[in-house]
């Protein structure tokens, strides 16, 4: 099931998830169990990330006890490519707050067998847990992480190819739509729907369409984020502009 919450703008917003996962990590740790978060990329959860440094150096939010799975990486992209995800998270957020080195994981784009680095991860996530709490981002082809129309519900860590639309829309970050690259290592929506609490995000009329054919369409392979509807615990954190055709 999909709630969706209206939040005035983006910075109260990323305060509500914030605040939502510092109480996880808090009460996780205090009985010893560590807090398995599921991350994104993208230009949305960038508020997310300051507030939760900010909590890290204001109010001594401490991430020991947290370990972190990526959705997703650009294949060919290595960690010191300037648009990898995995420099993106080390800019963003990890430089910044104290989640042990270890516990970090990123999919690898430079990986030479893609199918078996995309099972390892699988069976990391599984090793620590599964994941506790997976934020999302979500694309205007219906996108979560990299599933691109059409995904299954079935679908799991994997190799894709990406979409026209998303290499276009992605390529405000590397200038140029040829630098983009065309495939992407990405956790399934089977993985996604796994995690025990999902909190996507979206903000702008931009995505107000996509959003409305997530929350409103019947769940199926063509919009990979309508299979959202499917998860116990899944909220949509959205500003008005987001949500503006929501309405009946
Ligand atoms: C990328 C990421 C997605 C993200 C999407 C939206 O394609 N792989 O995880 O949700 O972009 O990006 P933005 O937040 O910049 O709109």
New binding site residues.
């Given amino acids: 099931m999909i709630t969706t919450r209206l939040h005035p703008d983006k910075r109260t917003a990323a305060q509500a998830i914030a605040r939502e996962m510092a109480e996880l990590i808090v009460l996780r740790s205090k009985s010893g169990k560590p807090t398995v978060l599921g991350l ?6 960038l508020p997310l990330y300051a507030e939760l440094i900010r909590l890290r150096r204001e109010e001594g939010l401490s991430f020991r006890s947290v370990i972190t799975f990526n ?2 990486e650009y294949e060919g992209l290595g960690p010191e490519h300037p648009q990898s ?1 995995r420099r993106f998270m080390e800019e963003n957020f990890f430089a910044h707050v104290d989640v042990p080195k270890e516990s970090i994981h990123i999919p690898d784009g430079l990986a030479r067998d893609a199918a078996r680095a995309c099972a390892d991860y699988e069976a990391s996530i599984r090793a620590a847990g599964g994941i506790d709490l997976q934020i ?4 205007r082809t219906g ?4 599933n691109e129309p059409p995904s299954s519900a079935d679908s799991r860590t994997r190799r894709v190819h990406l979409d026209e639309l ?1 290499r276009r ?2 390529s405000v970050f590397f200038g140029d739509l040829a630098q983009v690259p065309h495939g ?1 290592l ?1 956790m399934g929506v089977a993985t996604i729907l796994e995690a025990r609490r999902v909190e996507l995000i979206a903000f702008g009329e931009g ?1 107000a369409e996509i959003v409305r054919r997530a929350v409103r369409e019947t769940p199926s392979a063509a919009c990979p984020a309508t299979w959202l509807q499917r998860h116990p615990r899944c909220t949509f954190h959205l500003d008005a502009p987001a949500a503006s055709r929501l309405q009946p």
């Fill in positions: 994104a990329t993208g230009s949305t959860p959705l997703d995800y999302l981002g979500i694309g996108h979560i992480g990299f998303t829309d992605n992407a990405t995505k």
